[in-house]
């Protein structure tokens, strides 16, 4: 009886629980394409809910170089774009963080957990990105080098997976630290 009832917990809510989405099952297992695939955002837009609040944030932020918007997605190829718009877009990273981190909401203890570097006053740590701190001005460029790789990969999925519900402001002023 006990058993029974147990089962029946069981198959009522794991699948409650297991699939926060009531979208098609291609949705879920294809859900790297949110990043990349205008088309399957918009069919799956419970799966991409995380990338199209990235998109739809950054494109209510002034913005001072329109093509600095591209850089508003969670692709993991993201950091050939930034290379390539580093100089550019410096202005404008900071409100592609603000988007990126859902206005600015903290997820360190992912970051830290996965192997992101701890920032400290004498130690530019790529942290501060997960954090809802910005870095200082004066020493933005020691914080390059959170833009490549393993830092910004882990940086990227952490945030990406800490959204739950829109947390920005339209227009939000944010810049680095003075
Ligand atoms: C962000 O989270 C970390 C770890 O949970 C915590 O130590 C830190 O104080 C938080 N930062 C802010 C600004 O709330």
Redo the contacts with the bound molecule.
């Keep these: 009886m006990l058993l029974k009832s147990a089962v029946c917990v069981a198959v009522v809510l794991l699948p409650a629980l297991i699939r926060a989405c009531e979208e098609p099952k291609h949705c879920a297992k294809n859900e790297q394409f949110c990043t990349t695939r205008e088309k399957f955002r918009d069919k799956c837009p419970c799966t991409c809910a995380a990338d199209l609040n990235l998109i739809k944030c950054c494109e209510h932020q002034k913005f001072e170089h329109a093509e600095c918007r591209d850089l508003c997605t969670y692709d993991p190829k993201n950091e050939l774009k930034i290379k390539k718009l580093s100089i550019k877009c410096f202005n404008d990273f900071f409100k592609v963080q603000y988007c990126s981190s859902n206005g600015h909401s903290?997820s360190?203890?992912c970051c830290l957990k996965h192997g992101v570097t701890k920032d400290s006053p004498d130690n530019p740590g790529c942290s501060v990105f997960c954090?809802?701190?910005l870095p200082k001005c004066s020493r933005t460029f020691e914080y390059l080098h959170c833009a490549r790789g393993k830092q910004l990969a882990i940086g990227v999925k952490c945030a990406r997976d800490n959204f739950d519900r829109p947390k920005w402001k339209a227009n939000a002023e944010v810049n680095c630290a003075t």
Excluded: A, H, L, M
């Design positions: 903290n360190t203890e954090e809802v701190k």
